[in-house]
């Protein structure tokens, strides 16, 4: 099993839908969580943390469920700002790496 | 604060050209890390450092080399350039792994091997 796995989409929304999309990880002894975004040709930018059950932010709203060992992210009311590839990340390798999952695209269409 | 800056933006290269990729932060972070992307692979760990002077390998070191003789540099080796390190790097450093504080990146560097 992959350390974290991701669905790669492309997810392709109707501006206004909620998405979720969901990361799966192999370490159960991480403990906290991150999901960044990246624009195309740009660098990781950080758009949220989950340290316990999960976190919000406005539209944006992550889960974790330590049980099943997966993190999700919901999106609601997409904006087409919103398109961009959408990372999670975990601690690996005693909390010293942070390993990138490949990444859930995203296309908000009118 | 500039935050990470990398250098250079691009960088062309030919097999077993050396070359040195740039990494710097001034906002004194422990943890810094250098990264690679490819397409459909995501961002693989390839150096990272938990602060001056140390230095481990993360998921493909192969071909790369790193030093951290000080807390703010954290240069990257190509000590001989393949067509397979062709990619996108970014560098990226947190204040300390112990804080969950999240990774700040430099903009990256585009290099291609020929």
């Known amino acids: 099993r992959k350390e974290v796995e991701q669905d790669p989409g492309p997810f392709n929304v109707p501006e206004g839908a909620t998405v979720a999309f969901n990361c799966t990880y192999s370490?159960?002894?991480?403990?906290?969580f991150f999901w960044y975004r990246q624009d195309c040709r740009k660098e990781p930018k950080l758009l949220m943390s989950?340290?316990?059950s999960g976190n919000e932010d406005g539209r944006f709203t992550a889960q974790l469920n330590r049980a099943s060992q997966y993190i999700s992210l919901l999106i609601r009311d997409s904006k087409l700002s919103d398109s961009a590839t959408y990372l999670c990340?975990?601690?690996?390798?005693?909390?010293?790496?942070?390993?990138f999952g490949t990444g859930t695209q995203l296309k908000v269409e009118l | 604060n500039a935050g990470v800056t990398q250098t250079p933006k691009f960088q062309v290269l030919k097999t077993g050209q050396s070359m040195t990729l740039q990494c710097a932060q001034d906002?004194?972070?422990?943890?810094m890390s250098w990264y690679r992307q490819d397409p459909g692979m995501g961002l693989r760990l390839i150096h990272y450092?938990?602060?001056?002077?140390?230095?481990d390998q993360g998921e493909v070191p192969n071909g790369y080399n790193v030093s951290r003789s000080t807390t703010e540099d954290f240069p990257l080796r190509l000590l001989s350039a393949a067509p397979s390190q062709t990619s996108v790097y970014f560098c990226a450093s947190i204040r300390d792994r112990g804080s969950n504080s999240p990774l700040h990146f430099g903009n990256g560097t585009r290099l291609t091997v020929t």
């Open positions: 906002m004194n972070h422990e943890y």
């Open positions: 450092s938990v602060g001056a002077g140390i230095t």
């Open positions: 990340v975990v601690p690996t390798g005693g909390g010293n790496k942070l390993t």
């Open positions: 370490n159960s002894a991480s403990q906290s």
């Open positions: 989950v340290y316990s």
